[in-house]
Nanobody, 124 residues
Framework: QVQLVESGGGLVQAGGSRRLSCALSGRTFSSYGMGWFRQAPGKEREFVATINWNGAMTLYADSVKGRFTISRDNGRNMVYLQMSSLKPEDTAVYYC?????????????????WGQGTQVTVSS
């Protein structure tokens, strides 16, 4: 059974940094694309960042480009989202997801398994 568990969320002041982690179990991690998405109250889930199977290719939403960095450690079955220069509008539940192919993708419906999410709240 595939399981994704996010951690690292919490309360952070505007301008601060936070690193989210996502641990994957139940499948071969190193062969598949991974993504981070977020959902703010009253809004649809939106794409944040994605990375291909070997970490060589990444893609970011315009709203986080230059501030967030996605990375992965295939040896540890982990994917990370380093967030810096955080803004109140970054407040959301952050989800990691995995898909059954190695390429990255920004579309939520391209992903097959999702974590339960971790709350990030940025105070002004």
């Amino acid at each position: 059974q595939v399981q994704l568990v996010e951690s690292g969320g919490g309360l952070v002041q505007a301008g601060g940094s936070r690193r989210l982690s996502c641990a994957l179990s139940g499948r071969t991690f190193s062969s598949y694309g991974m993504g981070w998405f977020r959902q703010a109250p009253g809004k649809e889930r939106e794409f944040v960042a994605t990375i291909n199977w070997n970490g060589a290719m990444t893609l970011y939403a315009d709203s986080v480009k230059g501030r967030f960095t996605i990375s992965r450690d295939n040896g540890r079955n982990m994917v990370y989202l380093q967030m810096s220069s955080l803004k109140p509008e970054d407040t959301a539940v952050y989800y990691c997801a995995t898909r059954l192919v190695g390429a990255y993708d920004s579309r939520p419906d391209a992903y097959d398994y999702w974590g339960q999410g971790t709350q990030v709240t940025v105070s002004s």
